[in-house]
């Protein structure tokens, strides 16, 4: 059985006490459940939401990290540095790492490798531009972006890995992807991961939804038989809105 997976993004947002304003209202109300709820601070904050979180059904990942294992690298974090605050997922491939820090598929195939090398899972984004969408050629998008930063894994690597799907038209803009068309690609996905991996690994694999996910949509959109959760951004950052979403499955 795939997991469902709820995790939210926070972006650059939120210093230390806001951190820890918003880990203790999501404490507070997040519902046991079979549902993997997981958040994502800033890097200063990890330590702190590892800490606070211990002991409660909210995983702590993070948003990002770079391929290399360490060296002279000013400002980045190494896969071994965010194990060693208690750290065992990390976000890939997000559509602002794309457009504003350059990440092209290949870079991401390293980030992906240093990632699996030191066992960490990984939730790696990817998804269409409005006019690929517009011009029809999102199918052809997003199965190059998959070929191209994971379609050199093994079989075996699967298992620590969660895609998300995020149209980036739909992104932090309020316009969030039909559920029609959320479950039209996540059945391609599926599909040309079991064509290349298997049906087992296919099968076996968490997609999620991302892009403007609300309590108002989550129902309909999770309703779709292959979305497996959302990869949640603003609504991340209010406890009752992302509560709701969790209870929406
Ligand atoms: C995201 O950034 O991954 C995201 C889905 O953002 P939002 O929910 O705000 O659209």
């Known amino acids: 059985m795939r997991r469902k997976i709820v995790a939210g993004n926070w972006k650059m947002n939120n210093d230390l006490s806001e951190t820890e304003a918003l880990l203790n209202d999501l404490i507070a109300h997040v519902p046991e459940t079979d549902v993997n709820v997981m958040v994502a601070p800033t890097f200063v904050n990890l330590f702190q939401a590892f800490n ?97 930063a994971l379609f050199h894994l093994a079989v075996a690597d699967w ?5 998300a799907y995020e149209p980036v038209w739909a992104i932090g803009t309020g316009e969030t992807a039909s559920p029609k068309q959320a479950q039209e690609m996540h059945a391609f996905i599926r599909k040309t991961i079991s064509e290349k991996f298997g049906s087992d690994t296919a099968t076996e694999l968490s997609i999620l939804y991302g892009g403007s996910v609300k309590p108002a949509n989550a129902t309909e959109i999770f309703a779709k038989e292959d979305v497996d959760g959302g990869l949640i951004g603003g609504a991340a950052l209010k406890a009752a809105d992302f509560t709701a979403i969790i209870n929406a499955f």
Not at 159 to 163: A, P
């Open 159 to 163: 298992k620590n890995i969660i895609l």
């Open 52 to 148: 606070m979180l211990k002991g409660h059904n909210i995983e702590v990942i993070a948003q990002n990290m770079h391929q290399e294992a360490k060296g002279a690298y000013t400002g980045e974090i190494s896969a071994n540095m965010l194990k060693s605050v208690g750290v065992h997922t990390v976000i890939l491939g997000h559509s602002e790492r794309r457009a504003y820090f350059g990440e092209t598929d290949e870079l991401l195939a390293k980030k992906v490798d240093a990632a699996l090398a030191n066992d960490l899972q990984i939730v790696f984004c990817f998804g269409e531009e409005l006019e690929d969408r517009k011009s029809e050629n999102h199918f052809n998008v997003v199965e190059s972006q998959l070929k191209n």
